[in-house]
């Protein structure tokens, strides 16, 4: 009996010894996997020229995870228009189980945004009311090459509710009630949807127009199908609504294409609520963004914005508030081909002709 005793426990002991060096070698393998994934996703927010840094990578958890707090991290994008530097005090933590199939990213409740090569965008800081997570389900990741990227079954993000604060500004500039935002593998495809989402905005933008927006609503719940090559996508469109103080957009119904070569197919509705002030402030917004470009070679004029206006009646299938607000119908199917309305697209672009006389 004390001999199968003494081998049990010899057995224990170099299992113990033996998970012990599997384990410190798969959290290398972990740090390389999590370094190549956050420099990798610093270039696909911002171009190559971007980057991820941090002060110090750290991988606890023996015996039963892997925990990856990376302290102080700084996500650098660098694009030619604009440069910004997001950066946090407080640690990004990466967690998963020991054959990888399950991972939690927990975001700094706190960041800084600040813009590098522009004076006009004034710095911003966000504060989550809880630390965003987004939890991502893998195929597993034991033993794979740490430059490979990770294969994912399904990724889900969501987040309580932020402010965002401008600096040299009292007050908060933006803030939300909560996103969550849920991408699936379903037969070749990405599904992406959004539910929860919405925004809200002071002033958004006041230096583009005499017009003030007022504040800000934006929310909606969407649902995004595309294909792993991007060739193929459909979404549908519960409900998305923009509303502001002087206008409104409100968006409902499913667009669908097959590749760049063929007819999308499917149905939109677009409410316009005092579509003329929509126009006023989006020409104003442009007027604004070109003027302040490298090339300033046109500007959107009165009479342009009166011939849009007159497009946009003329499309509408149905007028409310003594013509102030628009229902756009948008269908597009084999048969009848791209319609707006009652108007085929020779006839669109017939009635955008006359508007513009």
């Known amino acids: 009996m004390k001999k199968y005793l003494r081998i049990g426990a010899a057995l224990i002991f170099v299992f113990a010894i033996l998970y012990s060096v599997f384990w410190f070698y798969q959290s290398k393998q972990v740090r390389g996997i999590v370094d190549h994934a ?3 996703g610093a270039i696909r927010l911002g171009g190559v020229n971007s980057s991820f840094e941090y002060s110090d990578m750290k991988v606890q958890g023996f015996p039963l995870s892997f925990d990856v707090t990376i302290d102080n991290p700084k996500l650098n994008l660098r694009d030619k228009r604009l440069s910004l530097e997001v950066a946090s005090q407080e640690p ?7 054959i990888g199939y399950k991972l939690k990213v927990v975001f700094p409740p706190t960041v800084n945004s600040t813009a590098i090569n522009s004076d006009d965008v004034a710095p911003i800081k966000i504060s989550w009311a809880n630390p965003p997570v ?3 389900k893998t195929s597993g990741l034991l033993f794979r090459a740490p430059k490979k990227d990770v294969p994912y079954e399904s990724i889900h993000y969501s ?9 040299g500004e009292e007050g908060v500039f933006a803030s939300s009630g909560g996103t969550s935002y849920n991408v699936i593998r379903e037969d070749g495809f990405d599904v992406i949807a959004f539910s929860n989402s919405n925004l809200k905005i002071d002033n958004l933008m006041p230096f583009a127009s005499d017009l003030d927006l007022g504040s800000v609503d934006v929310s909606g719940n969407i649902k995004q199908k595309v294909s792993s090559d991007a060739s193929m996508y459909e979404f549908v469109v519960d409900n998305f609504n923009f509303s502001s103080e002087i206008f409104s957009i409100d968006v409902m119904g499913r667009w669908k294409s097959a590749g760049a070569k063929q007819q999308p197919l499917g149905d939109l509705k677009v409410r316009l609520s005092n579509y003329e002030n929509m126009v006023d402030y989006t020409s104003d917004a442009v007027n604004y963004a070109v003027e302040n470009s490298a090339f300033p070679i046109f500007r959107v004029k009165s009479q342009q914005k009166d011939g849009f206006k007159s497009f946009l009646y003329s499309l509408a299938t149905e007028k409310y508030n003594e013509g102030s607000d628009l229902m756009l119908v948008i269908t597009s199917d084999d048969k009848s081909g791209i319609k707006v309305g009652q108007y085929n697209f020779f006839e669109v672009m017939g009635l955008f002709r006359e508007s513009f006389n």
């Open 134 to 136: 987004l939890v991502v």
């Open 159 to 167: 987040d309580s509710g932020y402010s965002v604060y401008k600096e």
């Open 92 to 98: 990004l933590l990466i967690s998963s189980d020991v």
């Open 38 to 40: 956050l420099a990798k």
